[in-house]
């Protein structure tokens, strides 16, 4: 398929926003102000910590991915899903409940914390430089949050195989896959969590070939052999705070630091998205308005189902 075909497509479903269990304008005459809320809460914690936005974001891909996107990823408890392995890192859990706080004020029983965190997410991507979008909402939240069933998260030691078999269990597609690894344009991880490319790639005792001299040279420097591997290092070299296409092109260049990101130039449908975001940055922000509103619509529940949280931290 020609890049300028795939863009056309991408750019149709961006803004293709037929009505569905979710619309928009839902809270218009109940909370008029929620978005102005959560974007203000979003903009004023990014100011004092611009990482957070990249932590933001993810913790709403961790919620859609487990139960569907209920808000049960903000439970408190030993067993919930924030306690499992996969979600241990997670952050920016304070600023859905600084913005829950300010909404309950202003309009007590009304928004739910599944709604606060699908557009904080979208808000953590406007402040850094990337596209708006509306976001219908009208989701309730989960009555149920266990840390047992985030063991099929993806992670970024899958095979590209299996991270395709994962997205297809969520209702979406490989070009989804590679469109909402894009949200690596912003943020940090661990060196733990990919230091085994740098001196020990699958039991080699060698690096990871697939990476560049230039990468590994520098990844090197930021995390040493035998260090704890609690070092943070930007998921896209040289833009970690601007949400832009660069991650793209650092994949085409062997520049990926997670495994998992830089596999997808293994894998033909994923690396032809690849090449499109990486020579055409609007490509990406709409293929990603895309990709985001179709993982926020994984089983919501609506309606009489679930609850509307006093807090999203505990259920009622």
């Not at 990468?215 to 260090?227: F, S, Y």
Request: overall charge neutral.
């Amino acid at each position: 398929m020609e890049l300028t075909v795939l863009a056309l497509l991408i750019v149709a479903a961006a803004y293709n926003l037929a009505e569905g269990a979710t619309r928009i304008g839902f809270y218009d005459g109940s909370c008029p102000r929620v978005e102005a809320i959560v974007k203000s809460t979003v903009r004023s914690h990014m100011s004092s910590n611009p990482m957070i936005g990249a932590g933001v974001l993810r913790l709403h891909f961790h919620d859609c991915f487990v139960r569907g996107c209920d808000g049960s990823i903000l439970i408190d408890g030993p067993s919930a899903e924030k306690a499992a392995l996969a979600n241990l890192g997670l952050r920016g859990f304070e600023v859905i409940d600084d913005a829950k706080r300010q909404i309950e004020a202003a309009c007590p029983g009304v928004v739910s914390c599944a709604d606060i965190l699908a557009l904080a997410a979208r808000d953590a991507v406007s402040e850094s430089g990337g596209q708006f979008w509306p976001v219908p909402l009208g989701r309730r939240d989960g009555r149920v949050s266990s840390a047992s069933d985030a063991s099929n998260m993806p992670s970024p030691l899958d095979s590209v195989a299996v991270l395709k078999q994962k997205f297809s269990a969520k209702g979406l597609t490989t070009l989804d896959l590679a469109t909402l690894s894009g949200a690596h344009t912003i943020g940090q991880t661990d060196c733990r969590f990919f230091s085994y490319r740098l001196y020990n790639f699958s039991s080699t005792g060698k690096p990871d070939p697939s990476m560049s001299q230039s990468t590994l040279a520098m990844l090197q420097q930021q995390c040493p052999r035998g260090d704890a591997g609690l070092n943070k290092v930007a998921l896209d070299t040289g833009s970690q705070g601007s949400f832009d296409s660069s991650y793209f092109k650092n994949l085409r260049n062997g520049g990926g630091v997670l495994e998992s990101d830089q596999r997808l130039m293994d894998d033909t449908g994923a690396r032809i998205t690849v090449t499109a975001f990486g020579v055409a940055g609007v490509t990406f922000r709409a293929g990603f308005v895309a990709s985001m509103l179709r993982m926020s619509d994984i089983q919501v529940l609506t309606g009489s189902d679930g609850e509307i949280r006093r807090a999203c931290n505990a259920v009622n």
